[in-house]
Protein backbone atom coordinates (compact mmCIF):
# COMPACT_ATOMS: atom_id res chain seq x y z
CA UNK A 1 0.00 0.00 0.00
CA UNK A 2 1.11 3.25 -0.89
CA UNK A 3 2.42 6.10 1.94
CA UNK A 4 1.68 9.77 1.25
CA UNK A 5 1.73 12.62 3.64
CA UNK A 6 2.51 15.99 3.31
CA UNK A 7 2.85 17.23 6.88
CA UNK A 8 6.60 17.12 7.11
CA UNK A 9 6.08 20.31 4.47
CA UNK A 10 4.84 22.21 7.31
CA UNK A 11 5.10 20.27 10.82
CA UNK A 12 6.22 23.48 12.09
CA UNK A 13 2.42 24.53 12.37
CA UNK A 14 1.90 21.42 14.71
CA UNK A 15 3.32 23.20 17.85
CA UNK A 16 1.46 24.83 20.84
CA UNK A 17 0.30 28.16 20.03
CA UNK A 18 0.56 28.99 23.87
CA UNK A 19 1.08 27.27 27.28
CA UNK A 20 -1.42 25.95 29.10
CA UNK A 21 0.05 27.92 31.73
CA UNK A 22 -1.61 30.92 29.78
CA UNK A 23 -5.15 29.73 31.14
CA UNK A 24 -6.69 32.01 33.83
CA UNK A 25 -8.07 28.93 36.04
CA UNK A 26 -5.61 27.14 38.01
CA UNK A 27 -4.50 24.30 36.38
CA UNK A 28 -4.70 21.69 39.61
CA UNK A 29 -7.46 19.52 39.76
CA UNK A 30 -10.37 20.57 41.86
CA UNK A 31 -10.45 19.11 45.58
CA UNK A 32 -12.86 16.60 46.63
CA UNK A 33 -14.94 18.91 48.44
CA UNK A 34 -15.76 20.81 45.50
CA UNK A 35 -16.41 17.48 43.48
CA UNK A 36 -18.95 16.58 46.31
CA UNK A 37 -20.54 19.93 46.16
CA UNK A 38 -21.04 19.62 42.13
CA UNK A 39 -22.43 16.21 42.49
CA UNK A 40 -25.06 17.30 44.81
CA UNK A 41 -25.91 20.16 42.47
CA UNK A 42 -25.94 17.97 39.22
CA UNK A 43 -27.60 14.49 39.62
CA UNK A 44 -26.09 13.93 36.19
CA UNK A 45 -22.38 14.33 37.64
CA UNK A 46 -22.37 11.26 40.09
CA UNK A 47 -22.16 7.77 38.32
CA UNK A 48 -18.46 8.21 37.49
CA UNK A 49 -15.11 7.02 39.33
CA UNK A 50 -14.69 8.05 43.00
CA UNK A 51 -11.25 9.69 42.15
CA UNK A 52 -12.81 11.51 38.92
CA UNK A 53 -13.48 15.31 39.10
CA UNK A 54 -15.10 17.63 36.74
CA UNK A 55 -14.02 20.71 35.48
CA UNK A 56 -15.23 22.83 38.23
CA UNK A 57 -16.80 25.47 39.37
CA UNK A 58 -15.26 28.67 37.80
CA UNK A 59 -15.18 27.07 34.49
CA UNK A 60 -18.78 26.10 34.98
CA UNK A 61 -19.55 29.93 35.97
CA UNK A 62 -16.92 31.79 33.26
CA UNK A 63 -18.89 29.67 30.49
CA UNK A 64 -22.59 29.94 31.70
CA UNK A 65 -21.76 33.94 31.71
CA UNK A 66 -20.95 33.33 28.20
CA UNK A 67 -24.37 32.70 27.38
CA UNK A 68 -24.08 33.10 23.08
CA UNK A 69 -21.78 31.71 20.54
CA UNK A 70 -21.89 30.32 17.66
CA UNK A 71 -21.61 26.58 16.44
CA UNK A 72 -19.14 26.15 13.10
CA UNK A 73 -19.57 22.88 11.13
CA UNK A 74 -17.21 22.62 8.82
CA UNK A 75 -16.01 19.62 6.00
CA UNK A 76 -15.92 18.42 3.17
CA UNK A 77 -19.83 17.82 3.08
CA UNK A 78 -19.55 21.38 2.27
CA UNK A 79 -18.69 20.82 -1.33
CA UNK A 80 -21.43 17.95 -1.57
CA UNK A 81 -24.67 20.50 0.05
CA UNK A 82 -25.74 17.92 2.50
CA UNK A 83 -26.43 17.61 6.25
CA UNK A 84 -22.60 17.67 7.15
CA UNK A 85 -21.52 13.69 7.37
CA UNK A 86 -25.16 12.55 7.50
CA UNK A 87 -25.09 12.71 4.02
CA UNK A 88 -22.94 9.72 3.50
CA UNK A 89 -25.87 7.79 5.27
CA UNK A 90 -27.85 8.15 1.46
CA UNK A 91 -25.17 6.63 -0.33
CA UNK A 92 -24.19 3.67 1.44
CA UNK A 93 -25.20 0.98 -1.14
CA UNK A 94 -22.90 3.41 -3.30
CA UNK A 95 -18.99 2.52 -3.17
CA UNK A 96 -18.44 5.01 -6.09
CA UNK A 97 -19.94 7.65 -4.72
CA UNK A 98 -18.16 7.10 -1.30
CA UNK A 99 -15.21 7.17 -3.10
CA UNK A 100 -15.27 10.29 -4.60
CA UNK A 101 -16.55 11.93 -1.41
CA UNK A 102 -13.17 10.06 0.78
CA UNK A 103 -10.99 11.57 -2.20
CA UNK A 104 -12.56 15.42 -2.05
CA UNK A 105 -10.36 16.28 0.17
CA UNK A 106 -8.11 16.68 -3.13
CA UNK A 107 -10.05 19.46 -3.74
CA UNK A 108 -10.62 21.70 -0.48
CA UNK A 109 -9.46 24.18 -0.89
CA UNK A 110 -10.52 27.31 1.58
CA UNK A 111 -8.73 30.18 0.53
CA UNK A 112 -11.08 32.56 1.62
CA UNK A 113 -10.13 31.46 5.15
CA UNK A 114 -9.52 34.56 7.47
CA UNK A 115 -9.69 33.43 11.07
CA UNK A 116 -9.41 37.35 11.90
CA UNK A 117 -12.22 38.37 10.01
CA UNK A 118 -14.74 35.21 11.59
CA UNK A 119 -13.98 36.92 14.79
CA UNK A 120 -15.00 39.98 13.63
CA UNK A 121 -18.27 38.70 12.35
CA UNK A 122 -18.68 36.69 15.97
CA UNK A 123 -18.30 40.31 17.78
CA UNK A 124 -20.08 42.08 15.89
CA UNK A 125 -23.12 39.63 16.88
CA UNK A 126 -21.78 39.97 20.60
CA UNK A 127 -20.49 36.46 20.35
CA UNK A 128 -18.65 35.28 23.55
CA UNK A 129 -17.76 31.68 22.51
CA UNK A 130 -17.67 29.40 19.60
CA UNK A 131 -17.50 25.43 18.37
CA UNK A 132 -15.71 24.20 15.71
CA UNK A 133 -15.79 20.91 13.85
CA UNK A 134 -12.13 19.79 13.94
CA UNK A 135 -13.21 16.39 13.25
CA UNK A 136 -17.01 15.33 11.90
CA UNK A 137 -18.45 11.64 11.07
CA UNK A 138 -16.27 11.86 8.08
CA UNK A 139 -12.69 11.51 9.39
CA UNK A 140 -11.44 14.42 7.54
CA UNK A 141 -9.16 15.73 10.42
CA UNK A 142 -9.19 20.03 10.08
CA UNK A 143 -5.70 20.23 11.41
CA UNK A 144 -2.46 18.19 10.44
CA UNK A 145 -3.19 15.40 12.63
CA UNK A 146 -0.28 13.17 13.05
CA UNK A 147 -2.05 10.14 12.83
CA UNK A 148 -2.52 7.60 10.04
CA UNK A 149 -5.38 6.34 8.13
CA UNK A 150 -6.06 3.56 4.97
CA UNK A 151 -7.65 5.62 2.44
CA UNK A 152 -7.48 6.03 -1.40
CA UNK A 153 -7.04 8.93 -3.65
CA UNK A 154 -8.67 9.93 -7.60
CA UNK A 155 -6.21 9.62 -10.51
CA UNK A 156 -6.61 12.94 -13.02
CA UNK A 157 -7.99 9.43 -15.09
CA UNK A 158 -10.65 9.03 -12.30
CA UNK A 159 -9.64 5.83 -10.90
CA UNK A 160 -8.13 5.50 -7.49
CA UNK A 161 -5.20 4.21 -5.71
CA UNK A 162 -4.89 2.71 -2.46
CA UNK A 163 -3.05 4.40 0.17
CA UNK A 164 -1.81 5.72 3.56
CA UNK A 165 -2.23 9.52 4.68
CA UNK A 166 -3.15 11.66 7.81
CA UNK A 167 -6.67 12.61 6.46
CA UNK A 168 -6.48 16.04 6.81
CA UNK A 169 -5.83 19.26 6.01
CA UNK A 170 -2.33 18.69 5.20
CA UNK A 171 -3.20 16.82 2.11
CA UNK A 172 -5.51 19.11 0.46
CA UNK A 173 -4.46 21.58 -1.93
CA UNK A 174 -4.38 24.45 0.64
CA UNK A 175 -2.15 22.59 3.29
CA UNK A 176 -2.23 25.01 6.19
CA UNK A 177 -3.66 24.30 9.94
CA UNK A 178 -7.27 25.80 10.47
CA UNK A 179 -7.75 25.04 14.12
CA UNK A 180 -4.01 27.15 14.78
CA UNK A 181 -5.39 30.56 13.54
CA UNK A 182 -8.64 29.99 14.93
CA UNK A 183 -7.10 29.48 18.33
CA UNK A 184 -4.74 32.22 18.34
CA UNK A 185 -7.20 34.93 16.90
CA UNK A 186 -10.11 33.48 19.14
CA UNK A 187 -7.59 34.75 22.43
CA UNK A 188 -6.44 37.72 20.47
CA UNK A 189 -10.16 39.12 20.23
CA UNK A 190 -11.26 37.53 23.83
CA UNK A 191 -13.28 35.21 22.60
CA UNK A 192 -13.92 31.19 24.43
CA UNK A 193 -12.78 28.52 21.96
CA UNK A 194 -14.64 25.07 21.82
CA UNK A 195 -13.32 22.27 19.82
CA UNK A 196 -16.42 19.50 18.59
CA UNK A 197 -14.75 16.05 18.14
CA UNK A 198 -16.86 12.91 16.91
CA UNK A 199 -16.11 9.66 18.45
CA UNK A 200 -17.02 7.49 15.40
CA UNK A 201 -15.33 7.62 12.21
CA UNK A 202 -16.90 6.47 8.69
CA UNK A 203 -13.68 6.54 6.75
CA UNK A 204 -11.23 5.00 9.47
CA UNK A 205 -10.73 1.02 8.46
CA UNK A 206 -9.89 0.34 12.03
CA UNK A 207 -13.81 1.33 13.00
CA UNK A 208 -15.23 -1.26 11.32
CA UNK A 209 -17.96 -2.19 13.27
CA UNK A 210 -20.16 0.74 12.26
CA UNK A 211 -22.29 0.18 9.93
CA UNK A 212 -21.67 3.49 7.97
CA UNK A 213 -18.03 2.89 7.57
CA UNK A 214 -16.49 2.49 4.34
CA UNK A 215 -14.65 -0.68 5.25
CA UNK A 216 -17.67 -1.89 7.77
CA UNK A 217 -17.15 -5.64 8.83
CA UNK A 218 -20.12 -7.38 10.12
CA UNK A 219 -19.29 -9.01 13.41
CA UNK A 220 -16.38 -6.89 14.00
CA UNK A 221 -15.83 -6.83 17.82
CA UNK A 222 -13.10 -7.15 20.79
CA UNK A 223 -12.73 -10.61 20.84
CA UNK A 224 -13.06 -11.05 16.50
CA UNK A 225 -9.91 -8.63 16.02
CA UNK A 226 -8.44 -7.01 19.01
CA UNK A 227 -5.36 -5.58 17.13
CA UNK A 228 -7.77 -3.60 14.95
CA UNK A 229 -10.57 -3.04 17.66
CA UNK A 230 -7.63 -1.32 20.06
CA UNK A 231 -6.64 0.68 16.95
CA UNK A 232 -9.11 3.03 16.94
CA UNK A 233 -9.46 3.58 20.52
CA UNK A 234 -5.71 4.83 20.52
CA UNK A 235 -6.45 6.76 17.37
CA UNK A 236 -8.85 9.15 18.81
CA UNK A 237 -6.53 9.22 22.04
CA UNK A 238 -4.24 10.29 20.16
CA UNK A 239 -6.31 13.20 18.09
CA UNK A 240 -7.16 14.15 21.00
CA UNK A 241 -3.56 14.95 22.61
CA UNK A 242 -3.12 16.31 19.35
CA UNK A 243 -5.65 18.80 20.32
CA UNK A 244 -5.58 19.45 23.44
CA UNK A 245 -1.34 20.04 23.73
CA UNK A 246 -0.89 22.04 20.76
CA UNK A 247 -3.01 24.80 20.82
CA UNK A 248 -3.32 25.92 24.29
CA UNK A 249 -6.11 26.16 26.85
CA UNK A 250 -9.33 25.12 25.39
CA UNK A 251 -12.62 25.41 26.90
CA UNK A 252 -14.81 23.38 25.90
CA UNK A 253 -14.37 19.90 24.17
CA UNK A 254 -17.43 19.09 22.43
CA UNK A 255 -18.00 15.20 21.94
CA UNK A 256 -20.40 13.59 19.84
CA UNK A 257 -21.61 10.42 19.39
CA UNK A 258 -20.72 7.19 21.30
CA UNK A 259 -18.81 3.72 20.51
CA UNK A 260 -20.10 0.44 21.57
CA UNK A 261 -20.80 -0.91 24.97
CA UNK A 262 -17.73 -2.75 24.59
CA UNK A 263 -15.58 -0.04 24.55
CA UNK A 264 -17.57 2.38 26.95
CA UNK A 265 -15.13 1.75 29.73
CA UNK A 266 -12.45 2.38 27.23
CA UNK A 267 -14.74 6.04 26.17
CA UNK A 268 -14.73 6.86 30.15
CA UNK A 269 -10.46 6.89 30.07
CA UNK A 270 -11.03 9.02 27.30
CA UNK A 271 -12.63 11.85 29.29
CA UNK A 272 -9.91 10.77 32.29
CA UNK A 273 -7.07 11.83 29.53
CA UNK A 274 -8.72 14.80 28.33
CA UNK A 275 -8.95 16.09 32.07
CA UNK A 276 -5.83 15.30 32.53
CA UNK A 277 -4.42 17.29 30.04
CA UNK A 278 -6.32 19.66 30.69
CA UNK A 279 -8.27 19.40 33.92
CA UNK A 280 -10.75 22.61 33.80
CA UNK A 281 -11.99 21.48 29.94
CA UNK A 282 -15.42 21.62 29.77
CA UNK A 283 -16.85 18.18 28.09
CA UNK A 284 -20.21 17.60 26.34
CA UNK A 285 -21.75 14.33 27.70
CA UNK A 286 -22.01 12.72 24.81
CA UNK A 287 -20.25 8.78 24.12
CA UNK A 288 -19.03 9.90 28.48
CA UNK A 289 -22.17 10.12 29.95
CA UNK A 290 -22.10 11.23 33.70
CA UNK A 291 -18.25 12.17 32.94
CA UNK A 292 -19.18 15.39 30.92
CA UNK A 293 -19.87 18.18 32.26
CA UNK A 294 -22.26 19.62 29.98
CA UNK A 295 -24.96 18.65 27.42
CA UNK A 296 -26.73 19.95 24.41
CA UNK A 297 -30.30 20.01 23.31
CA UNK A 298 -30.60 19.76 19.85
CA UNK A 299 -33.05 21.21 17.57
CA UNK A 300 -35.13 21.98 20.89
CA UNK A 301 -35.69 24.29 23.70
CA UNK A 302 -36.45 22.43 27.07
CA UNK A 303 -39.89 23.22 27.79
CA UNK A 304 -39.23 22.43 31.68
CA UNK A 305 -35.38 23.59 32.66
CA UNK A 306 -35.94 21.79 35.99
CA UNK A 307 -35.41 18.51 34.24
CA UNK A 308 -32.15 18.94 32.83
CA UNK A 309 -29.70 17.80 35.34
CA UNK A 310 -26.39 19.10 34.53
CA UNK A 311 -25.51 22.95 32.75
CA UNK A 312 -26.48 22.94 29.22
CA UNK A 313 -26.84 24.68 26.04
CA UNK A 314 -28.80 24.51 23.20
CA UNK A 315 -27.34 23.82 19.75
CA UNK A 316 -29.86 24.83 16.91
CA UNK A 317 -29.35 25.24 13.10
CA UNK A 318 -30.61 28.22 11.45
CA UNK A 319 -30.74 27.20 7.89
CA UNK A 320 -32.24 23.25 7.51
CA UNK A 321 -28.80 21.64 8.67
CA UNK A 322 -25.71 22.78 10.45
CA UNK A 323 -23.60 23.24 7.25
CA UNK A 324 -23.43 25.53 4.76
CA UNK A 325 -25.79 24.73 1.93
CA UNK A 326 -26.45 26.75 -1.31
CA UNK A 327 -29.44 28.56 -2.01
CA UNK A 328 -30.30 27.58 2.08
CA UNK A 329 -33.59 28.40 3.30
CA UNK A 330 -32.70 30.55 7.31
CA UNK A 331 -34.68 30.83 10.35
CA UNK A 332 -35.87 34.88 11.19
CA UNK A 333 -33.21 37.02 12.66
CA UNK A 334 -36.30 38.06 14.99
CA UNK A 335 -36.23 34.13 15.81
CA UNK A 336 -32.69 33.78 16.70
CA UNK A 337 -33.13 37.04 19.16
CA UNK A 338 -36.54 35.50 20.91
CA UNK A 339 -34.04 32.26 21.55
CA UNK A 340 -31.30 33.54 22.48
CA UNK A 341 -33.78 35.38 25.52
CA UNK A 342 -35.84 32.31 26.15
CA UNK A 343 -33.08 29.84 26.78
CA UNK A 344 -31.16 32.32 28.95
CA UNK A 345 -34.16 33.09 30.68
CA UNK A 346 -34.46 29.13 31.29
CA UNK A 347 -30.64 29.23 32.75
CA UNK A 348 -29.09 27.74 29.38
CA UNK A 349 -26.58 28.85 26.88
CA UNK A 350 -27.47 29.24 22.93
CA UNK A 351 -25.01 28.55 20.36
CA UNK A 352 -26.55 29.28 16.97
CA UNK A 353 -25.43 26.99 13.96
CA UNK A 354 -24.61 28.13 10.59
CA UNK A 355 -21.24 26.63 8.37
CA UNK A 356 -19.08 28.82 5.57
CA UNK A 357 -19.23 27.64 2.05
CA UNK A 358 -16.17 25.55 0.82
CA UNK A 359 -13.79 28.65 0.93
CA UNK A 360 -13.83 29.74 4.15
CA UNK A 361 -16.70 33.01 3.22
CA UNK A 362 -19.53 33.32 5.47
CA UNK A 363 -23.12 33.45 3.38
CA UNK A 364 -24.61 36.94 3.62
CA UNK A 365 -27.74 35.09 5.39
CA UNK A 366 -25.36 34.62 8.71
CA UNK A 367 -23.86 37.97 9.02
CA UNK A 368 -27.14 39.47 8.85
CA UNK A 369 -28.89 37.37 11.42
CA UNK A 370 -26.06 37.31 14.11
CA UNK A 371 -25.27 41.30 13.52
CA UNK A 372 -29.14 41.75 14.24
CA UNK A 373 -28.88 39.88 17.90
CA UNK A 374 -25.55 42.30 18.16
CA UNK A 375 -26.93 45.56 17.86
CA UNK A 376 -30.04 44.14 20.65
CA UNK A 377 -27.23 43.25 22.79
CA UNK A 378 -24.97 46.31 22.44
CA UNK A 379 -27.95 47.86 24.22
CA UNK A 380 -29.42 45.18 26.19
CA UNK A 381 -26.54 42.52 27.26
CA UNK A 382 -26.85 43.57 30.52
CA UNK A 383 -29.88 41.15 30.85
CA UNK A 384 -28.09 38.42 29.57
CA UNK A 385 -24.68 38.08 30.03
CA UNK A 386 -23.57 37.04 33.14
CA UNK A 387 -27.04 36.44 34.84
CA UNK A 388 -28.82 33.51 36.14
CA UNK A 389 -32.40 32.40 36.18
CA UNK A 390 -34.75 33.84 38.38
CA UNK A 391 -37.40 32.17 40.46
CA UNK A 392 -39.30 31.95 37.35
CA UNK A 393 -38.09 32.05 33.39
CA UNK A 394 -41.65 33.48 32.42
CA UNK A 395 -45.26 34.84 32.50
CA UNK A 396 -47.77 34.45 30.05
CA UNK A 397 -46.24 34.37 26.40
CA UNK A 398 -44.15 37.84 26.28
CA UNK A 399 -42.25 38.35 29.84
CA UNK A 400 -39.30 36.49 30.26
CA UNK A 401 -36.88 36.99 33.77
CA UNK A 402 -33.21 36.70 34.05
CA UNK A 403 -31.49 38.18 37.52
CA UNK A 404 -28.18 39.36 38.51
CA UNK A 405 -25.61 36.68 40.11
CA UNK A 406 -26.13 38.54 43.68
CA UNK A 407 -29.76 38.48 43.05
CA UNK A 408 -30.34 41.82 43.94
CA UNK A 409 -31.46 43.10 40.77
CA UNK A 410 -34.13 41.28 38.36
CA UNK A 411 -34.70 42.02 34.36
CA UNK A 412 -38.05 41.84 32.81
CA UNK A 413 -37.74 41.48 29.17
CA UNK A 414 -41.39 41.89 27.05
CA UNK A 415 -40.75 39.66 23.94
CA UNK A 416 -43.53 42.12 22.42
CA UNK A 417 -44.06 45.84 23.25
CA UNK A 418 -46.38 46.10 26.17
CA UNK A 419 -48.14 49.08 25.60
CA UNK A 420 -49.29 51.86 28.16
CA UNK A 421 -47.92 49.42 31.07
CA UNK A 422 -45.88 46.60 32.08
CA UNK A 423 -47.56 44.69 34.95
CA UNK A 424 -45.82 41.74 36.14
CA UNK A 425 -47.05 39.78 39.73
CA UNK A 426 -43.35 37.78 39.82
CA UNK A 427 -41.09 41.33 40.83
CA UNK A 428 -41.77 43.04 43.96
CA UNK A 429 -39.57 46.53 42.98
CA UNK A 430 -37.73 47.84 46.97
CA UNK A 431 -39.47 50.98 47.72
CA UNK A 432 -37.88 54.28 46.53
CA UNK A 433 -35.64 52.31 44.13
CA UNK A 434 -35.23 53.39 40.34
CA UNK A 435 -36.51 51.33 37.39
CA UNK A 436 -34.73 51.40 33.88
CA UNK A 437 -35.70 50.44 30.52
CA UNK A 438 -32.39 49.40 28.88
CA UNK A 439 -31.14 51.61 26.25
CA UNK A 440 -33.46 54.38 27.80
CA UNK A 441 -31.53 57.47 29.55
CA UNK A 442 -35.00 58.27 31.82
CA UNK A 443 -36.19 56.91 34.69
CA UNK A 444 -39.61 54.75 34.42
CA UNK A 445 -42.87 55.73 36.52
CA UNK A 446 -43.84 52.59 38.42
CA UNK A 447 -46.27 51.44 41.25
CA UNK A 448 -46.03 48.41 43.40
CA UNK A 449 -48.82 46.97 45.37
CA UNK A 450 -49.78 43.80 46.99
CA UNK A 451 -51.25 42.48 43.26
CA UNK A 452 -48.79 43.49 40.88
CA UNK A 453 -45.57 45.68 39.99
CA UNK A 454 -46.89 48.24 37.00
CA UNK A 455 -44.46 50.26 35.22
CA UNK A 456 -45.98 52.71 33.11
CA UNK A 457 -44.02 53.31 29.48
CA UNK A 458 -43.04 56.56 28.25
CA UNK A 459 -45.59 58.60 26.06
CA UNK A 460 -42.97 59.20 23.61
CA UNK A 461 -42.06 55.65 22.97
CA UNK A 462 -45.40 55.01 21.52
CA UNK A 463 -43.71 55.82 18.50
CA UNK A 464 -41.54 53.02 17.72
CA UNK A 465 -38.97 54.93 15.75
CA UNK A 466 -38.01 56.14 19.10
CA UNK A 467 -37.47 52.84 21.08
CA UNK A 468 -34.00 51.65 22.01
CA UNK A 469 -34.51 48.40 20.11
CA UNK A 470 -36.47 47.07 17.74
CA UNK A 471 -37.78 43.84 19.15
CA UNK A 472 -37.68 42.33 22.48
CA UNK A 473 -37.64 45.43 25.52
CA UNK A 474 -35.92 45.20 28.97
CA UNK A 475 -36.58 46.40 32.39
CA UNK A 476 -33.90 46.78 35.30
CA UNK A 477 -35.88 46.35 38.52
CA UNK A 478 -33.89 46.22 41.57
CA UNK A 479 -35.46 43.47 43.47
CA UNK A 480 -36.95 43.22 47.28
CA UNK A 481 -35.81 39.91 48.61
CA UNK A 482 -37.08 36.63 47.15
CA UNK A 483 -37.21 32.73 47.50
CA UNK A 484 -34.11 30.95 46.38
CA UNK A 485 -36.42 27.92 45.00
CA UNK A 486 -37.45 28.16 41.69
CA UNK A 487 -41.20 27.16 40.70
CA UNK A 488 -42.32 25.57 38.38
CA UNK A 489 -43.77 27.22 35.06
Known sequence: ??????????????????????????????????EQHLQEQYSNYRNVDPDYRHAGEAALERWMDWKWGLRIHWGLYTMFN?????????????????????????????????????????????????????????????????????????????????LTNHYSIAETPYQKDLIGPLVQAARAHGLGVSLYFSHIDWHDWDFGWDNNNFWYTPGFTKKSDPRRWSAFIQKERDQITELLTWYGPIDTLCLDMSWPKEAQTDAYEV??????????????????NDYGDYETPEREIPQNPNN?????????????????????TYKPKEWVLESLIDIVAKGGNFQVGFG??????????????????????KVNGECIYYTRPY????????????????????????LKWPGEALATKLVRA????????????????????????????????????????????????????????????
Open 271 to 288: AKLARQLQPHIMLRNRGI
Open 82 to 162: GDESWIIEQHLKDKDWQRKYYASYQEFNPTNFNADEWMNIMQAGGMKYFSFTSKHHEGFCLWPTKTWQKGFARRPDGTYED
Open 1 to 34: MKIKSTLVTFCALAVPLMTLAADSLCNQIISHQE
Open 430 to 489: KPGSKIRMLGWKHDLVWKQDDAALVIQMPPALKDATNRPCQQAYAFKIDSQAWDDEPADN
Open 391 to 414: QRYCEGNDLRFTRSKDKQVVYIIS
Open 356 to 377: PDPTGRWPQEMVDRVTYVGDWL
Open 308 to 328: VKRPWQVIYPCGTGFSYKEHD
